[in-house]
């Protein structure tokens, strides 16, 4: 692990500070995970982009990172989606489930430790209440359980809010009213006769949110863990009660440190159903983006700043992709070339080298300090034109010896552990002088293009141009771009048009 800590911004201390986990090298972290009761948008996956970044980069530090994300998968959007749907919340909740995880593989998302499910831990929600209940940090009314917000003197430190000046952050139905104080929220909810509940001492109901990620958390943790990761719409109420019941209960601190990602916004405006905005992952993947892209769009923009979702960022995050995949295409092809020319060590020009150097310091620095991804980046496509330049040279070989341009690739490798995003999914075919096919090497495709990219190879070889450019336009009719390469070619899809 690096001896420089990273700097991480603490949503409970409201300043940037060293990262200090209780027993390092690991590390534990909790995430706020989807509540399943619809598919999810892309203004979800930005969040769970910047969790995945975060958990890689820590992983790339050196840390031993145990990430756990929940799944809510019983609350009152969940109840009321079946009920209209006439089905029950396992159904309900397992459609939604396949496709968060079904997004999670598209935008190449490593997965977490564990994924708990809610339903999975009502006997420690139950627990949790009865200590609360019996320290008198809560009350009953009838079947409903409440915590009592006034017994927790630091009440609104995450939220910078005071207790006195707060409003009620719920309702829990005609119940609302017998609520000693209106900032009091529910750890239990009674359940009517055609809801779903689990049998428990106050009264057959279900958990409140707010209680759902204390017990989980705490019972895979334990009472005090290293990071907590949402939203910023979770800070408060969530968050805050979160701290509040767990801190009750327990008597610890709750979590080290806090992080919270701000929110994606749609050409200017927020993202909703009823402006027509509203985005999914399959929409944009069916309007021709490459997810590779759209991972790269959402991992740019710093995530304590709002994203900006709009058709110029998507299209220029396609070029900015490709162009990290054609320098790594390049740096592969300048190796073969000059795998038989290279310079006593010592002698090498220092140019490439020393510019790999200050973008590999610069890119680390970047992320140290409170995970910059846009300065990181900023060093990589640095790197990246005075790459380009050196290849461009006549003799490049000389400019940018085997040596230099191993630790170039090595690099890109490195750091696409975090990015994620210089493999494209591309065939590469290879042939014989007469045609015949050597090697297809890249991800599955289907028949009808291979054929074609081999046709037109053998075209090329044949000298039959006329019928080379008319396989050209057929795979561009497919939505394929092809490339020519000395030993055969390569395709991969064409960039949406604008």
Known sequence: MSNSPPQLYNSLTRQVESLAPQSPPALQIYACGPTV???????????FVWVDVLHRYLAWK??????????????????????????TIDALTEEFVASFQSGLETLRIRKASAYPRATAH?????????????????????????????????????????????????????DDFAKEDPRDFALWKESKPDEPGWPAPFGTGRPGWHLEC???????????????????????????????????????????????????????????KSVGNFRTLEELAGEGHDPVAL???????????????????????????????????????????????????????RGLLDHLKSATAGFAAALDDDLNTAGALGHLFTFVRELNTTLNAPRHATLAPARVLTAVRAWFDSIDEILCVFAAETLTVSVTHEGALLEATGPPVP?????????????????????????????????????????GGRWKKAAPKA
């Open 214 to 272: 204390s017990a989980m958390s705490m019972d895979l943790f334990g009472p005090t863990f290293d990071m907590h990761l949402g939203g910023a719409d979770l800070m408060f109420p969530h968050h805050e009660n979160e701290i509040a019941q767990s801190e009750a209960a327990t008597g610890e601190p709750f979590v080290r440190h806090w992080m919270h990602c701000q929110h994606l916004i749609v050409d200017g405006a927020k993202m909703s």
């Open 295 to 349: 991972r790269f769009l959402l991992a740019s923009v710093h995530y304590r700043r709002q994203l900006n979702l709009t058709a110029a960022a998507l299209e220029q995050a396609q070029a900015s992709v490709q162009r990290l995949r054609d320098a790594s295409r390049r740096v592969d092809e300048a190796l073969v070339a000059a795998g038989t020319v290279d310079i006593p060590r010592g002698d090498e020009p």
């Open 62 to 87: 050196g840390y031993d990172v145990e990430l756990v994300m929940n799944l809510t998968d019983v609350d009152d959007k969940i109840i009321g989606r079946a009920a209209e749907a006439g089905t």
């Open 447 to 487: 028949a009808a293009i291979s054929d074609l990219v081999l046709a037109r190879i053998v075209a090329r070889r044949s000298r039959d141009f006329a019928r080379a450019d008319e396989l050209r336009d057929a795979l561009a009719g497919e939505g394929i771009e092809v490339e020519d390469t000395a030993t």
């Open 122 to 174: 009502i006997p420690e929600m139950i627990e949790l209440v009865q200590r609360l209940l019996e320290a008198n940090h809560a009350y009953q009314v009838e079947g409903n359980v409440f915590f009592r917000v006034s017994s927790f003197d630091r009440y609104g430190q995450l939220a910078n809010l005071d207790p006195d000046e707060m409003q009620a952050t719920e309702r829990v139905g005609g």
């Open 37 to 47: 009761y619809d598919h999810p948008h892309i203004g979800n996956f930005r969040y």
